[in-house]
């Protein structure tokens, strides 16, 4: 298959020289009736063309409230954004009219979920719900757009894609689902593809082929990929770089070898010291203490420090902000020199 | 390690069959789902068996026929002798006192409109003799302490507390009637990744305090591996491997246990370019129609035409020290996860 899916994206052709897509700052809150929780708390990162950035973090971190609001599909109320800038080719999306963000939407930036069986309609054939992006983006007919969408599945390799185009989306096992959903975040040639958690609900058999056809699509059409996930072993696997989120804010920064080499945040240390390893059987495994925060009552000062081993009087009182530690690296934490150097907690 | 006296559960021959049938009057069986067939193994005091495997190979059907929350289709299921599959009344309840199970999620497990002291003591309710009435609630709350909860927090709903203490919660009401065996089905898998090492431990620490036996049902190679000793690889209702976790995770013989192996993302990045990863094609056939012979054999890069006629049986074959259901059955070992 080439990549001739699509005729090549003409919004924004103007050159521009900063990252692909770039989030500033981003301030988002949930009002709730118990109170404001601030899901994503000054979130910044940029990802470029053909580039892998992985979102790493727990439930309720600000992973997938971050990557909804640069969709513009966040729930709005009860989600509301305070601040921030979302830039994609140099145009921030946040000011921009809804009818133009649609055509970024899908053409630009597009997304696949983790469960496919709710992301997809239950009421329209396969090949119908992947042929809408032509008809409603491209004027596409409805003949036109079904081979479209055959095309699309046979890229995707599901196989026999011709008889399965009326097939509803029961009739798909799940890895083949998740292939229709990225048969539809594709089919528009976007720039920039989100993938949130894509293979949390799948086999790791599974898992190993829908990683590779991404990995695969990437490199087809140089496309940049953002992978949320909170699975440390997917990272190791395909990242180029990493931001850690923990509790609404980005608390590390790094490129996967150095993250993995030697962390900086004494909660990315917690996470790849919980992996299980062959010479600890027997032993108890190194946990986290505690539990992650609740966003209603989020502790003072560093979110993380109720649980931290690094833990000093000031970590209680100030917010560390995310600095650079060494070369690339940033790390939000007091004491990220230490932390770095392996000087014990 | 143990000895044959030790050992309190006995697997054999275990089939659980459901019916398929077509209309709605006259009902009738048009096939079956072969969800366990043909299942042999055995369980030693104190000794955790790993079982792993994709969704549909049978796991989660395997946990409950060790329950007799359902019925096998033909087999045998026997604690300490007794079979538990064919009691019946006050004999089931006896043996059931024995075995116990933790789930999955610990946000369905747990009825929200119980408190945690009604949870953790209803199996007291159900046998009486373990604990007599007006002892129960300081017995509550030494099963609280004991897995690692404020015994103070007994008048709390499961609402009040976080996934790994709900899992606690579960662990507890498993404990309750201090049995010898406790099927764990997925007990990490719903949990925040910062929070499952704090259950392994738990689950490490009871063990080795109540002597307890467990079956680690999961899907996270490397969490079974921490905490197994022997490891069982089932596919589509068959065991394919069973051995050592060290025989299964460094020397695997099976062609399907390698590719599941292989197929574990390795949380290092370094090497990634050249790791050896066997990416299976398609899917796991349907259960209700197995393929003939070998059920790996359609997925198969080894299958000859032997695989398609004569099924390969669970024994230890020539070079290698475990037994392995595979006609070509050789050590592979593939760079995995540790």
Redesign the interface.
């Known amino acids: 298959m080439t990549k001739a899916v699509t005729e090549p994206v003409s919004s924004g052709d103007r050159p521009y020289s900063g990252s692909l897509l770039e989030v500033e700052d981003l301030q988002v809150e949930f009002r709730t009736q118990a109170g404001v929780a601030k899901a994503v708390n000054g979130v910044t990162y940029s990802v470029d063309a053909g580039e892998t950035l992985a979102v790493l973090g727990e439930s309720g971190s600000g992973k997938s409230v971050t990557a909804q609001t640069i969709m513009g599909i966040l729930d709005m109320p009860p989600g509301v954004v305070r601040g921030g800038r979302i830039r994609f080719r140099g145009v921030d999306l946040l000011t921009m009219p809804e009818a133009e963000r649609r055509k970024i939407r899908g053409e630009g930036i597009s997304m696949i979920f983790q469960d496919a069986l709710s992301a997809l309609n239950p009421l329209f054939p396969v090949g119908w719900q992947i042929g809408e992006m032509f008809r409603v983006h491209r004027g596409l007919s409805k003949k036109q757009a079904y081979a479209k969408a055959v095309e699309l599945m046979d890229r995707v390799r599901i196989p026999a894609a011709k008889q399965r185009l009326r097939d509803f989306p029961h009739q798909f096992s799940g890895g083949m689902r998740q292939r229709i959903m990225i048969a539809m975040a594709i089919a528009l040639d976007p720039e920039v593809l989100i993938a949130d958690e894509p293979t949390t609900a799948l086999d790791v058999t599974v898992q190993a082929q829908i990683m590779d056809l991404l990995a695969e699509l990437q490199r087809e059409s140089n496309m940049a990929l953002i992978l949320i996930t909170h699975d440390l072993g997917v990272v190791a696997d395909v990242a180029h770089k990493i931001a850690v989120m923990y509790g609404g804010r980005i608390v590390e920064q790094a490129s996967v070898f150095d993250l993995y080499a030697k962390p900086a945040h004494p909660y990315t240390k917690g996470l790849l010291d919980s992996i299980p390893r062959v010479d600890q059987k027997g032993q108890d495994l190194f946990a986290i203490k505690g539990i992650p925060p609740n966003l209603l009552h989020m502790p003072s000062g560093c979110a993380f420090h109720p649980r931290c081993v690094f833990k000093r009087d000031n970590c209680t009182t100030d917010v560390p902000a995310l600095l650079t530690v060494e070369g690339p690296r940033r790390s939000a934490c007091h004491y990220s020199r230490e932390v770095l150097d392996g000087v014990a907690g | 390690m143990a000895s044959q006296d030790d050992v309190i559960l006995e697997v054999r021959d275990l089939v659980k069959h459901f019916p398929l049938t077509q209309g709605i009057v006259l009902k009738r069986s048009i096939g079956a789902i072969k969800a366990v067939d043909g299942v042999d193994f055995d369980l030693r005091r104190g000794e955790t068996l790993g079982v792993v495997g ?2 549909g190979c049978g796991k989660s059907t395997l946990a409950k026929l060790l329950m007799a929350l359902e019925r096998p289709t033909s087999g045998s299921v026997r604690v300490h002798g007794e079979d538990i599959a064919s009691a019946r009344g006050a004999a089931l309840k006896r043996m059931r006192r024995n075995i116990q199970m933790v789930f999955q999620d610990p946000y369905t497990s747990l009825d929200p409109r119980m408190t945690v002291g009604d949870i953790v003591g209803e199996p007291f309710e159900i046998h009486s003799e373990v604990a007599p009435k007006g002892d129960r609630r300081r017995r509550v709350q030494e099963l609280l302490e004991v897995v690692g909860l404020d015994p103070e927090h007994i008048n709390r709903y499961p609402h009040q507390f ?1 996934g ?2 709900r899992q606690r919660i579960g662990i507890a009401r498993g404990l309750a009637l201090q049995p010898e065996i406790i099927v764990c089905d997925e007990p990490v898998s719903a949990l ?7 259950v ?2 738990l689950l ?2 009871l063990q080795k305090e109540f002597n307890l036996a467990y079956i680690f049902i999961a ?1 996270d ?3 079974v ?2 905490i197994s000793d022997r490891v069982a690889v089932m596919y589509l209702g068959k065991i394919v491997e069973l051995g050592a ?1 060290a025989e299964i ?1 460094d020397h695997p013989t099976h062609p399907y246990t390698q ?2 192996l ?9 090497g ?1 370019e050249n790791r050896e ?1 066997i ?2 094609t ?3 056939p349907s259960p209700a129609n197995p393929p003939s012979g070998c059920r790996f054999r359609t997925r198969c890069w080894k299958a000859q035409e032997i695989c398609s006629v004569e099924e390969p049986l669970l024994q230890v074959r020539e070079g290698s020290g475990h037994p392995s259901a595979c006609h070509f059955a050789e050590v592979h070992d593939v760079v995995h ?2």
């Not at chain 2, 292989?262 to 370094?270: G, H, N, Q």
């Open positions: 994709e969704s976080s790994g203490q925040d990744v910062s929070i499952q090492a704090q392994m431990n490490d620490r899907h190679l490397s969490v591996r921490h976790d995770y590719a599941l292989s197929a574990v993302p390795v949380p290092d990045p370094r990634r990863r990416i299976l398609g899917d796991v996860v540790a």
